[in-house]
């Protein structure tokens, strides 16, 4: 597994990245190991992870999946690149969500805790706070990073203007700025390379996309109609979130389209839709997710060899229109 420079920093991460929204809940704690097992076996050791995971399972889960994370990185910390996000509620009180000091604070010192660690090598914002001024958030960061407690700081889920402007406040304050962005980013899910992606590549932003196969979708294994049970498209309050996104007509209509131009490449569809993020210049390291650990074998091999010009040129044509439009809203 080669292994990447993140954005402008010294920091190298692997080409792809391990995400965890699935540990505790829909994987249980024996499946969740293989799945790392299996990911570090691959080479992979970036690892993904937010406080309020497993997405999907009860307000009482939340923070299982960094307990796992933690138990199974005992002793083998040092081997792996771990990023965590806070934002979304956690506790019961109105402070204990969002991007305030209040709660950046008491959600990395509770983070360091469930995993184990007594630092984290990035450290995410998982939303944009409307509610909370981008000073008093990069404050909050810029000093968990001079404690010691956070190397990097990035963000997720951000608009083009929302991360140009913070990267200007960062620079007049002389506080740390964001250096990676985590957006959505697929063969169905494409407005980010209008603005956002530019920004980044100009910026020497990291990019390190989530849904690479679109929940699943992109994997061919899904058929219209009623949703599958037992994914991500039936588990918990997530399923409301993924059936918006990708369950619809039109989607399944050009996965279709997807899979003859992977059939006439001889190249499996988890494979041909993860080497399609890879050939973007801009992304650093797709996250992968998975269920099973025997999911993440087609989409390692991803890094074997690039995507050919003539078939990333079909996709491109196949998927132009969803760089526009409210396909994901």
């Known amino acids: 597994m080669d292994h990447v420079r993140f954005g402008r920093t010294g920091l190298k991460v ?3 990245c391990l995400g965890t929204m699935t540990f505790g809940y829909q994987s249980d704690r024996e499946t969740s190991f293989a799945i790392m097992d299996a990911a570090a076996d691959a080479g992979i050791t970036f690892l993904d992870t937010a406080d309020v995971y497993p997405i999907g399972g009860p307000a009482a889960s939340i923070g299982r999946t960094e307990e796992l994370m933690g138990e199974w ?7 792996f690149v771990i990023a965590s996000k806070c934002f979304a509620p956690t506790g019961p009180q109105p402070w204990d969500a969002g991007n305030s000091r209040q709660n950046i604070m008491r959600a990395a010192e509770a983070s360091l805790r469930r995993l184990r660690t007594d630092h984290l090598d990035l450290y995410q914002v998982h939303s944009w706070d ?14 968990l990073v001079r404690q010691g407690k956070v190397r990097y700081v990035g963000c997720s889920n951000t608009l083009a203007y929302q991360l140009a402007r ?38 020497q932003i990291a990019v390190i996309p989530y849904n690479p196969l679109a929940g699943g979708l992109l994997t061919g294994k899904h058929r219209a109609g ?33 899979r003859a131009v992977a059939e006439e490449a001889g190249i499996p569809m988890t494979t041909l839709a993860v080497r399609w993020v890879l050939a973007n210049r801009v992304v650093t390291a797709p996250i992968l997710g998975a269920s099973r650990p025997e999911q993440l074998a087609a989409a390692v091999a991803a890094v074997d060899e690039p995507l050919p010009d003539d078939v990333r040129a079909r996709l491109d044509g196949l998927t132009h229109e969803y760089r526009f439009g409210d396909h994901a809203r």
């Open 14 to 16: 692997s080409r792809l």
């Open 73 to 79: 990185l005992e002793g083998r910390r040092d081997r």
């Open 130 to 143: 409307r509610d909370t001024p981008i000073d008093e958030t990069l404050g909050a960061m810029d000093d």
């Open 166 to 203: 913070s990267i200007g406040r960062s620079e007049v304050l002389g506080v740390c700025r964001f250096e990676s962005v985590q957006p959505r980013y697929n063969l169905l899910f494409r407005e980010n390379e209008r603005e956002l992606f530019p920004l980044c590549a100009e910026e």
């Open 226 to 258: 009623e949703p599958t049970e037992g994914t991500r498209f039936t588990l918990g309050y997530a399923a409301g979130r993924y059936q918006e996104r990708y369950w619809r007509d039109r989607m399944f209509e050009t996965v279709e389209e997807i």
